[in-house]
């Protein structure tokens, strides 16, 4: 399957070939880490790197493809720098330290790298940031590469794997759920899938290499079967077909974000919506949310292809077979520092603010010059830094704001095509949608809970219409509201008439 020439992982499997299925594989942690690994890719890493790697077979997850080709097509005056458009086109993996140390590497994102000003260096103000270019208090660029000075690793557990052991071995079924590998499991798992002996199994020993990472990556988000899908010829795939119906239950209120909904009474759905910048960072912000992160939002239930089981086998293999903490890095990532949206309707944890200091190396340091720590301890007249924050119009002196500049309208499509209406005309886009102009309703709608964001972002993954299905049954709620609170209105004023009837009998 892989070329000689690139690093393979071995892998095998055993076929009903009356089936045309792969009934079990089997493998070693590095295979699985790199499966475990898809769980820490955001979404748009994930549309980055498989429409890069199968560019005649694009992926279709929901509406996030495009949500980022909207990313992709922006003029750059849109956001407030340069620097917001390439977080949501390449956005940082949590566990980015982890990923690099993988056997195939899936997430090819170059690894997070700082940066100071040259002529602010030895000033006691110092700026750092982890992108270049970046402008620095006195109007420079910030381009000086800066070297950082990591605490001791714990070596010898980096030889052992990643984020499972390396050395152990695992049963990896078709729909991707995984069990440590024994005869005990093997046995249960094999009765259960109706074979009473291995006769009826072809074993077949394969390499596995990127190509097959990247197409096994691919269909783990819309299929129920594929290693089948990727490892056998002929075969046709187990699609799933999801369907969407919004969550009713509980929910806390974090934030509001208000759009006005234009919909077609004809048609009975969202046309479009008109909103502001943070209701588009909310929708760009998905892009940045790690796959594990938006499963553990959703209970553990996406219903997107077998990315679920996964997240299920994660959660019920032992912590013995897990490196430190990777099983709780793996259930629920963080969204890196930065990356994650300023006005959150739903809580997706993000990483904490890190300090760091500039200054010069300890005596037991094998580094040379000046240099950057988390660690004031581990150098010499430590200084201080501040952060840069590139999601505002001054990232040397203001507070996050958000990726889109302000004041800016934007066009939500149902789909969720998004387009700035700052050099679009406006006349050209109604007259594109060939409807009538009474058939256009407006109302203005405002999710108010996380419960409603929530259905958002599982829209947005499991449906090509989102709006619709998601917020259509938030205006209908509000339409219920508002009417019942006028029967509520009219039923007081009514008694208040009997009672004025009366004091004017009497």
């Not at 009903?16 to 820490?40: C, K, P, R, W, Y």
């Not at 759920?177 to 077949?204: A, I």
């Not at 502001?276 to 912000?285: A, C, I, K, R, T």
Request: hydrophobic share 35%; glycine share 6%.
């Amino acid at each position: 399957m892989a070329s000689n020439q690139e690093a393979t992982i071995p892998l095998k499997f055993w076929v009903d070939e009356e089936q045309n299925s792969i009934i079990v594989a089997e493998a070693s942690g590095d295979f699985v880490d790199v499966l475990f690994s898809f769980l820490t890719l955001p979404l748009g890493t994930i549309i980055k790197l498989v429409s890069k790697n199968q560019p005649h077979q694009p992926l279709e997850i929901g509406c996030i493809d495009n949500l980022y080709q909207s990313v992709e097509n922006f003029n750059p005056n849109v956001f407030w720098n340069r620097i917001c458009q390439q977080m949501l086109l390449s956005p940082r993996n949590p566990s980015e330290s982890a990923c690099h140390r993988l056997k195939l590497k899936v997430d090819h994102t170059v690894p997070t790298k700082y940066f100071m000003c040259n002529y602010c260096s030895k000033g006691s103000k110092l700026l750092l940031s982890t992108f270049v270019d970046a402008s620095c208090y006195c109007g420079k660029w910030m381009k000086k590469e800066i070297k950082l000075l990591e605490e001791s690793k714990e070596e010898g557990s980096w030889g052992n794997g990643v984020f499972v052991k390396g050395d152990a071995m695992f049963l990896i079924f078709d729909d991707l759920r995984v069990l440590n590998s024994s005869p005990g499991n093997t046995v249960q798992q094999l009765l259960q899938l109706g074979y009473k002996d291995l006769n009826k199994l072809k074993e077949m020993p394969v390499n596995v290499g990127m190509k097959e990472i990247f197409s096994i990556l691919k269909q783990a988000l819309t299929s129920k079967s594929p290693l089948s899908d990727v490892f056998l010829p002929n075969r046709e795939s187990k699609r799933t077909l999801t369907s969407f119906s919004p969550d009713t239950g509980p929910s806390h209120h974090r934030c509001s974000l208000k759009l006005k909904i234009i919909v077609s009474k004809s048609q009975n759905r969202i046309l479009f919506a008109e909103a502001e910048g943070d209701f588009v960072d909310f929708l760009f912000s998905f892009l940045t949310i790690p796959l594990g992160s938006i499963i553990n939002l959703m209970n553990g239930k996406l219903s997107l292809g077998s990315i679920d089981n996964l997240y299920t086998s994660v959660k019920d293999l032992k912590s013995s077979w897990f490196i430190g903490s990777a099983k709780n890095s793996l259930l629920n990532p963080r969204v890196p520092h930065q990356f994650g949206c300023t006005s959150q309707p739903i809580h997706v944890p993000e990483e904490d603010t890190p300090s760091f200091w500039y200054g010069t190396k300890a005596v037991n340091v094998n580094i040379k010059g000046e240099v950057i720590s988390k660690n004031k301890d581990m150098l010499r007249d430590p200084v201080d830094m501040k952060i840069f924050e590139p999601r505002c119009s001054d990232g040397a002196r203001e507070p996050a704001v958000g990726f889109m500049k302000r004041p800016c309208i934007f066009v939500v499509r149902d789909d969720l095509q998004v387009t700035p209406m700052t050099t679009n005309s406006s006349i050209s886009f109604v007259q594109e949608l060939h409807l009538p102009l009474d058939d256009f309703e407006e109302h203005s709608v405002e999710i108010k809970n996380s419960r409603e964001a929530l259905n958002l972002l599982t829209a947005s993954l499991t449906s090509k219409d989102a709006l619709t299905n998601s917020l259509f049954y938030v205006l209908k709620k509000r339409k219920m509201e508002i009417c019942i609170l006028g029967c509520i209105g009219w039923k007081e004023g009514k008694n208040e008439k009997k009672k004025d009837g009366k004091r004017k009998e009497k």
